[in-house]
Structure formats: C-alpha cells, structure tokens
C-alpha cells in the first residue's frame, strides 16, 4: 500500500473509518515526516505529543462510531494562528516566547472537526512576502528542486512553511492566509492546491493581524477534494469578528461534478503581462482547453485597472499594518529592549524585534497615513480599490468564474530578487486585484516548467462562490493529472 | 460680556470645552469585561481591551443607545452612518497603539445647551459634535522610583466626546456649563457625572485676544477633574496669555497641565513632539448604521430634561425662573420639590425646600435623595402650618427637630406642646396679664404712642411661649388696648 | 517622491523604531523606490470615486450588553515582560 504521508485527506479519511490503520499510526507517521523535513526549515514549532494526544482522542471517537469531518487528519498550522498555550511568533522576533491564552476560531474550528495538529509553520514575517525568507527563523526552502540544478529555492510565500511541508508529505494539509496572495503563490510553487476564500468567510479572531481589510485564511491541500473537506471545516460566521459574513457553509465536496456544462470562463486580458514567461502563457491557454472539454465557454473579459493593483495593495496594506504592529511594544507580551524612558524601550523594541521588511512597510504606511500624504497616497489607493472591485463585478456580468495563471514565474532561488523589494512584489501581480476585491480564488498545479518546477492554474469567483472555484479547481485537476514528485521526497523515501 | 484688564487694556476670552462622558454600561465599548470603578488592577480586562494579536472588536448595541439618547438630549442631529477611525500614537496605557474612536464621521453632529445666567436671563452654547470612543487604561507614575504601573481596566470603557464651541467667555460660564450638560447626562442615566471617580473628565480650549480681534492662538489644558478646576485652570491660564503677550511674547500651541496644588497650568512633557494622529477607517469595523425606527423609539422615551422641567414649574407652580432653575438642576432635588408641592401652596413649598431643607443638606453635606427628612415629612409640616396647628416660626424649629430626630412633624408638635393657641380666651387672659404689668406703657400708647404695638404683640407672644396664633393677637390687643 | 534622511527620521520616530544615524540614507533612497513606483497611480483620474475601506457588504453587528469577559489578571499578564502587584511595568513616564 502507498506510504501513510502520500494519501489524500479523502482517503485517509475512508481508511480510518474503515480501520485500515488508526489515527495514532497516521500521526507517528507524520510526525516522522515532520522530523525527516527539518532540513527545509517548514516547521517553526513541532508539537508532537498534541498530536499524539489528540489521535489518541481521535481514535476513541473512530472506535465509537463518532469520527467528525477531519478526525484524526494531521494538520500544519501556518504560525500566524494563535494557538493555547503553543508558542506563536508570526515568524518575528518581537514575538518571541509569546505562548497564547486563546485559540483561533479557525483552528478551534478544526481540531473540533477532529483534526490532529502537528505543528507550527514557518512564514514571512508577519506574513510579509512571497518568498519565506524574511522569517526571523531563516527561510523555509521549497522541497522542489530545479532539474539539474541543486540550488535551495523559494517555497513561495508568505505561507512557504505551509506549503512546504505539505508538498514534502510532512502534513496532509495546512492552513495559510491570504492577504495579497499568500495561500495561492506559495500553492503554485510548491506544486500543491492553496485556496484564498472569499473575504469573511473565515473568521480572523486569533490569527496575527497584517492587513485586516486583506488578511483571509485558507486551507493548503494536495488535491482540490481535501481543500473543500478543509474548508468545510475551517469555514463558518464567527460573531466575535465583525467583519464575519454571517452566511451558512454549503457542502463543498458536494460541489465537485467535474463538469462544467453551460457556464462561462472569464480570461482576463489584461493578465498577459511583459515579462511572463512563454510557458506559463501556453499553461495557461492548455487550461482554457480544459475547461472547454469540460463544457465551458471561454469569454475574453477585461479588467483595466489591473495594473493598478500592485501599487494600491502596497499602499493599503503596509498602512494597515503599520497600524496593527503598533501593538508590538515590549509592554504585555513578546520581547522588551530596556530603555531609559518609554520611548527608548519603545524605539529599542521594535528596532531589534521587526526585521527589515516589516520594518520598510511599518514606515511606508507610516508615511502614507501622515499629514498631508493622506490624501495623495490612502485615499488614492482606496478610490482604486473601489474601481478594481468594480472591474471584477463588471465582469462577473459575462462570465461565471475566471481563470488566470497564479504568478508570473515558477519558483526562483533563495536571495533572488531579495535586493529589489519591487521586483518581489510582482510575484503577486495575478493574486493582489483579488483580495483587493475580497474574491475567492484557489491555485491548482496544471504543469511543469521547462526546468522540471510546478506552475499553477487560479481560478478566480464570485464573492462567496467558493463552490464554483472548488468545481473548475477540481475540473483542472483531472485534466492536468498532475503527479509529479518534489525532488525532496522523489524515489519515495519513507 | 466681561472682560479681563490688561496693561494695554481688556482682553476677552475665547473658551470651548472637550468633555469626556464615561457611558453608563454595565460592558466596555467593544469588549466584555466590566466596567465597574474601583476593582483590583487588571482585573476587569480582556484579551481585546490588551490588543493581544488577532483580537478584534465588536461594538455594545446599549453603549450607541446611550450616544444617541445623549445626541437627543443635546437636541443634536444624529448621523444614521457614522465611522470608526484609528487614532494613533503610542502610550502606555493605549495597549493596541492607536485609539478606537470617531473622527470624519461621528455619531451626533450640532446640538445645543441652554445656560441660565444668573440675572435670570439664558444663553446658547453650541455643541459641534459627540463621539463614541475607548478610554485609555490608567498609569501610575508615583508608585516606585524608576518605572510607571500601568492598569488596563479602564482600557476600552465607553466614552462620549463632547465637544463645544468656543462660545464661551468667561470660567463663571464654563462652569456653568459644565453643570448643565452634568445634569443633562444624569437626566438621560448616560453618565453619572462622577468627576472624582473620573467618569467626567474636561479639556479645555482657551486662547484670548483684544474684542472683536480674530482669534488667538489656543492652548488645551488636558483632563481637569473638577468644575472648581476648570473654573481656576482657565483663570490662571487665561492671565499666563494675557502677561506672555503684553510682554511682547506669542502664545505657542501647546498641551498643558492643571496644577491643582498650585492652581497654575503647565506645559505636559509627554506631548512635547508635535503628534501627527494618522487617523483612518478602523479596518475591524465597518460603518456604524441606525435605524431611524431605533432613534425615534429613544426619542420618544426620553425623560423630561431640565429646560422643559424648569418652564412647567414656572408655569404650573408658578415660581420665580431663579427658583425653578435651581429646583431642576439636579434630577432629585425636582422631584423632591415636586412630591412636596403636591397638593400644597407651591411657594411656600418651594421656600421650605430651598431654604431650610438644603441649608440643613448642605450642613450636613448630604445629597436629597438621603434627606434625613423626607417630602412627605416635609409635606406634614407644611400642612400644620397652613391649618394654623403650628405657626410659620415655630415650623423652623419642628423643621430642626424633625431632622434631628427623624420624628414626624405632628409628633414634635405634640410632645413640645408647640401647637399654636387660638383659643381667645386663652390669649384674652394672656393679654389682660400683659397689661396689667406694664400700666405705663399702656398708658403711653393710647396717649398716642401706636408705636408700642409691636412691644404689645411681642410681650403676648412671649407670655403664651410663642404658640399664640398672631392674627388673633393683632385683633384682641387692638380691641383692648383701644379700651 | 524622493524621500529625505530628514522625513525617514520623522516616520521613524513617528512608527517608534530606532534607525541609526548611518542607515537613513540607505532608507531613504529604498523607501523613495517604493514610493515613485507606488505613484504611477496618479496617472488614473479618481474624481468622484468612494473610496473604499472594505470589501464586505454589510453593516456594524452589535453586541448586547452583557459581561462576557475579563476577570483573568493572570491570563492577561502571564506573557508580560516585567510586572509587580498586578500592574505592567514600563519605564517611568513624567507627564
Ligand atoms: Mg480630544
Ligand atoms: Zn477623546
């Protein structure tokens, strides 16, 4: 039988209700996995007895008859969550020891469907980046390798711990949050399916904050099944975050038909931007082929402001953020720099316990919240935003859903681009516009490059569509039959 | 108008008023811990009230109630949108760094307070705006030599920023028209008004210049706690101008401090580098909409405020507008007078409570709502003075006795014998003695020295300890003495 | 814009973060990358546009008033840096 770590969430499900193997011989062989991977740095925190209490648990309720929607399925979660009593660091050392009273709803939510938790993950910190490498931990490394060519490359980010140890068969799946592309651009490089779910449709109670009008959490899966299963679970009206849509959550399994028949795919014109490679524009042409095969009708739409979007989000999120890391000040929690007076201890903390991207977008946002900037820059960008949104809803009139590449390159190698900040900021020029709009989108693995590395396929929904996205997802994911190895695990180490 | 004199001359003074209301709710604005004065440090904080990562807040439908039963009270415009902004700086009781509160868009815009002056006559002071938003937590700097104890529990009670015009021009006026919005807050249950406990805190806006000249440059004296305070901080600050002026200086815009000990203000370190708020949208939130059903409910459930409380008695008991305005000042002392003048000759009630019962309350420095005597007890008296059982004199000392004892008007009566004589055979016998022992003087007066009436009267009072009705005193003497 | 040493200090202070005197310059020219790019959105013309501050379509939920929380001093000062007689402690502040 196939090694424990290389099941899907679905099957493993099935095997345990069918007590092929138990919850406790999952989780060991996860948490073997998770040792086997420290060398790709995915994990910050590994939490091997919770995991194995909570099979334990797992398996009397199986024994009963019981097993809820995940139980005794081995998670990851992205270091970002507030977890009880497990250090939570957002991946800066200004968190440092920081051991949470409280759980996240998203994944109270899950360990009360049954789920098994086997860690926390790495990130960019304070979900700052595409690429992991600005965690005060040093960068999660992608378990892909380029064909011949042994450099360390990116996980993508800022969810790379996630979708690393994912990719790398050390969790079946692992929550990530998505504020400008975090869950989809790390899924496309790691070769795994990342879904970013409409704004609200996860609560934000207990995860780090970056950009609160941005941040949404998402499930990291290998297969679009195990992202609806997850979903299902993390998903819900949360009446402790206001911005909580107070919607019932559908039976999203239930929404993989596998076809297509009478509904429109959207193709954005404006997504063909310079500087794309040629293959991934040919990926992406092969999935408009199909999504006709399953029934679909492609439409050319357009959404003008796309361009646009990059500068908008790196005004309005850094603003946000440098609101929300106002917190950081050595006072109730995390670290504290001694100082003479309250600003030195201030200035002292926050000097040494941000890193410098966090730093650079706590004084962009700064800059562009101050006297007289306001206006030029905030406003601007929130005038933007309106327009993006509309460009989405305007074209959402022709088309059904949307289907776009997920970044404009694969993987790239660890200090790449790393001396040009606006270089690493267009990873997401095709994952940004969405959360500008607050849209659902999911990344599938659709191909390979010339180099050997996984691309992705997005497609993009209505607002609270998150079915339609799971079904054209699940529609690619047939179609592409993607079952390629990462180098990190290739020859079925086990 | 009054003005200050200068070297060079008089000077006005411009005043406008920032008040922080604390909301009465039993919860915070956006949290569930209590909001109750006096607890342990720390004790009555949450998770969110510390900005502890990830936490978010969630708005008190009561604590809107309340700005909006406020906004009607005030007669103010409310705002069925308003929006919640951020206001940020760092502080050591401002756990998340920035300040929940309302700036572009609050919650009630213009509104108005009627001041009575004391000449009787009124003046109009505009209110600009009210907001909803969170109190900072208290820090103690004199509890230990090198570091500042910070609690949080006051960190996220509700706050109503109150803020008026610069309508104001004398301290006399601005006290007053703290007192007036106080009773206004009690009136509505908004606010306790509870300036010691901190639940009614005031900045105040105070610049001067030459009348009619465009306005100064003012400087703002943070969280004075008292309307005494007030009235001295604007004083003392309003001379400091004036002399740093005449002396050839300019006023800088500054943050000061009230130095009660001192009575002086002073510039407030903490906020010597120009602040830049950097307010914008709380992305937490979104924007605050009412239904105007919800608004004209409260409306309509507002309790008689003070102005219109003070024109029915004017109207209905038809007191001065000097009595009837003290009378309502305070929600208690109304219905005191109220419940006393039921029935009853509403002057003579009116003089009683304003006169004897709260010289006895100030005596004793209690508040009505605990008069050792109540308005009924004080409504038994009146009645044994208008049935002539005790007369108006001897009512003050029954009044004394009544708040010593606590005892019932008729029962002090009874048990001194102060019950009033109207027998006039009694009061004839009494006269007949007075004149037999002041022959003379009897004598003088019918030689046409009427002036001796009063000693007449005063003599039978006397005989008769008091009680002797003095209607009937008049009309007997006058008959006998004629002869 | 092109950011001068002179405002990236002022941001500093502003934000609370110590820069040293020797990294401003260096800051300045990032932070002004940053910022020219970010203003190629002069080029679309957004008068009459609302801005937008979020995304959901929805208004403020209200809670009732009700004493749900609080009452967990240790819970809220167990991760403090520094702390005496259940006060946080910081660096004495004069006002
Ligand atoms: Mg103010
Ligand atoms: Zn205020």
Known sequence: MTALTDLTIAEARDGLRKKEFSAGELAEAHVAAVERARPLKAYITETPDRARDMAAGADARLARGEGRALEGIPLAIKDLFCTEGVETTAASRILGGFKPPYESTVTANLWSAG??????TNLDEFAMGSSTTTSAYGPSENPWRRRGDNRPLVPGGSSGGSSAAVAARAAMGATGTDTGGSIRQPAGFSGIVGLKPTYGRCSRWGIVAFASSLDQAGPMTRTVRDAAIMLGAMAGHDP?????????????????????RGLKVGIPREYRVDGMAAEIEQLWQQGIAWLRDAGATPVEISLPMTKYALPAYYIIAPAEASSNLARYDGVRYGLRVPGESLDEMYEATRAAGFGAEVRRRILIGTYVLSAGYYDAYYLKAQQLRTLIARDFSNAFKSCDFILAPTAPSAAFAIGEKADDPVAMYLNDVFTVPVNLAGLPGISVPAGLSSDGLPLGLQVIGRAFDEAMVLRAGDVIERAARFTHKPAFIAGGKE | MSLIEGRTGSWEVVIGLEVHAQVISQAKLFSGAATAFGAEPNTQVSTVDAAFPGMLPVINRYCVEQAVRTGLGLEAEINLVSVFDRKNYFYADLPAGYQISQYKRPIVGKGKIVLDMPD???????????????DAGKSLHDQHAEYTYVDLNRSGIALMEIVSEPDLRTSEEAGAYLKKLRSILR????CDGNMEEGSLRCDCNVSVRKPGAELGTRCEIKNVNSIRYVMQAIEHEARRQIEVIEDGGKIEQETRLFDAGRGVTRPMRSKEHAHDYRYFPDPDLLPLVLDPKAVEHIRRELPELPDAKKARFIRDYKLSPYDAGVLVGEKASADFYEAVAKGRDPKLAANWVMGDLF????????????????????GELIDLITDNTVSGRLAKDVFAAMVETGKSAAVIVEERGLKQVTDTGAIEAAIDAVMKAQVEKVAEYRSGKDKLFGFFVGQVMKATQGKANPGLVNELLKKKLAG | MALDKATVARIATLARIKVPESDLEHL?????????????LREVDTAGVEPMASVAEMTLPMREDHVTDGNCRDKILSNAPQQAHGFFLVPKVVE
């Not at chain 2, 009787?120 to 909803?132: K, P, Q, V």
């Not at chain 2, 010289?359 to 004080?378: D, Q, T, W, Y």
């Not at chain 3, 300045?28 to 190629?40: F, V």
């Open chain 2, 120 to 134: 009787g006559t009124t003046r109009e002071i505009g209110i600009t705006r009210l907001h909803l938003e969170q």
């Open chain 2, 187 to 190: 009136y509505l249950g908004t």
């Open chain 3, 28 to 40: 300045a020219k990032e932070l002004s990358g940053i910022l020219t790019w970010i203003e190629q």
């Open chain 2, 359 to 378: 010289g006895a309350l100030n005596r004793l420095n209690v508040e009505v709502e605990s008069s050792p005597v109540s308005a009924k007890a004080l």
């Open chain 1, 240 to 260: 402790k975050d206001s911005t909580s849509a107070p919607l019932p959550v559908p039976d999203y399994e239930a929404a993989l038909t596998g076809e297509l």
């Open chain 1, 115 to 120: 789920a098994v938790m086997l860690g926390k």
